[in-house]
T-cell receptor, first 111, second 114 residues
Framework: DAKTTQPPSMDCAEGRAANLPCNHSTISGNEYVYWYRQIHSQGPQYIIHGLKNNETNEMASLIITEDRKSSTLILPHATLRDTAVYYCIVRVRWGSYIPTFGRGTSLIVHP | DTAVSQTPKYLVTQMGNDKSIKCEQNLGHDTMYWYKQDSKKFLKIMFSYNNKELIINETVPNRFSPKSPDKAHLNLHINSLELGDSAVYFC?????????????FGEGSRLTVL
């Protein structure tokens, strides 16, 4: 699986958009970008994934650059409950590969 | 309804004891996993089972033995517990058909070895 690089921490004001970057410059053509988050003391939660098109669901939006070497997870109106560690993972979608989690980005949403 | 449930949520025990953590998923998934998250918050894969068969076993001591009685359950038994086993253990599952990208995690079981 391609390696990812994320800033260790970020902060955001409540109600504003939180834009979390992820660099995956060695991504290959069949690898997807997945985002998870882990709220303190809870199990990680799947957020969204994409291959090359931008994706949106009820939780977030995922913007993938045209060369696919980086992506941004957008929480359009961050709330205090979005304070969590956000993990960006790049991997093939199908097969026996096991998602490996890095350090992620610790996002703090403040009032 | 809880999709992936683990019991117990907290476990405090002495060194040398044997303990088990149970995991059940009601999502109809084929593949289940155990992850360990230590005090440094690094989430590491331990085991992966597909339809009751072991498919991944990372470098985990033999004291750890997963057991899958059916594809909805994956239990973790730990023998001769050591201080370094203290961690939060997460069970997870992923959809059938080989789609292992979307993991659904349980709430974790915090093990403290004294």
């Amino acid at each position: 699986d391609a390696k990812t690089t994320q800033p260790p921490s970020m902060d955001c004001a409540e109600g504003r958009a939180a834009n979390l970057p992820c660099n995956h410059s060695t991504i290959s053509g069949n690898e997807y970008v997945y985002w998870y988050r882990q709220i303190h003391s809870q199990g990680p939660q799947y957020i969204i994934h994409g291959l090359k098109n931008n994706e949106t669901n009820e939780m977030a939006s995922l913007i993938i650059t045209e060369d696919r070497k980086s992506s941004t997870l957008i929480l359009p109106h961050a709330t205090l409950r979005d304070t969590a560690v956000y993990y960006c993972i790049v991997r093939v979608r199908w097969g026996s590969y096991i998602p490996t989690f890095g350090r992620g980005t610790s996002l703090i949403v403040h009032p | 309804d809880t999709a992936v449930s683990q019991t117990p949520k907290y476990l405090v025990t002495q060194m040398g004891n044997d303990k088990s953590i149970k995991c059940e998923q009601n999502l109809g998934h084929d593949t289940m996993y155990w992850y360990k998250q230590d005090s440094k918050k690094f989430l590491k894969i331990m085991f992966s089972y597909n339809n009751k068969e072991l498919i991944i076993n990372e470098t985990v001591p033999n004291r750890f033995s997963p057991k899958s009685p059916d594809k909805a359950h994956l239990n973790l038994h730990i023998n001769s517990l050591e201080l370094g086993d203290s961690a939060v253990y997460f069970c997870a599952s992923s959809p059938p058909g080989g789609n292992t990208g979307e993991l659904f995690f349980g709430e974790g079981s915090r093990l403290t070895v004294l």
